[in-house]
Nanobody, 123 residues
Framework: QVQLVESGGGLVQAGGSLRLSCVAS????????MGWFRQAPGKEREFVAT????????YYLDSVKGRFTISRDNAENTVYLQMNSVIPEDTAVYYC????????????????WGQGTQVTVSS
């Protein structure tokens, strides 16, 4: 069992930046692919970004490429999502998740989920 706890959400103006963090409970954090998803009100959960075990491979939702950066620190059991140049459409609850499938972009491919952190972008 892996417990994931997100933090760093909040209210930010359009064009601003925010850094989300997700801490995992297990030392085997490095064995998992990590991903970020988001869910806006009335919409389905949406893939945002994923990162490989060592951090050498990353994949992004097209609409966040060039604005968001996913990274991880396996020594600290933490994955990050740096969000720059945010827009109102980025408003959602953001979730981190753990998978054993490289390049996983579907929610059903992830085994463990955090409780989510709210990000609100004002225009």
């Amino acid at each position: 069992q892996v417990q994931l706890v997100e933090s760093g959400g909040g209210l930010v103006q359009a064009g601003g930046s925010l850094r989300l963090s997700c801490v995992a409970s297990r030392r085997t954090f490095g064995n998992y692919i990590m991903g970020w998803f988001r869910q806006a009100p009335g919409k389905e959960r949406e893939f945002v970004a994923t990162i490989s075990w060592s951090g050498g491979r990353t994949y992004y939702l097209d609409s966040v490429k060039g604005r968001f950066t996913i990274s991880r620190d396996n020594a600290e059991n933490t994955v990050y999502l740096q969000m720059n140049s945010v827009i109102p459409e980025d408003t959602a609850v953001y979730y981190c998740a753990a998978s054993r499938i490289l390049g996983a972009i579907r929610a059903l491919e992830y085994d463990y989920w955090g409780q989510g952190t709210q990000v609100t972008v004002s225009s």
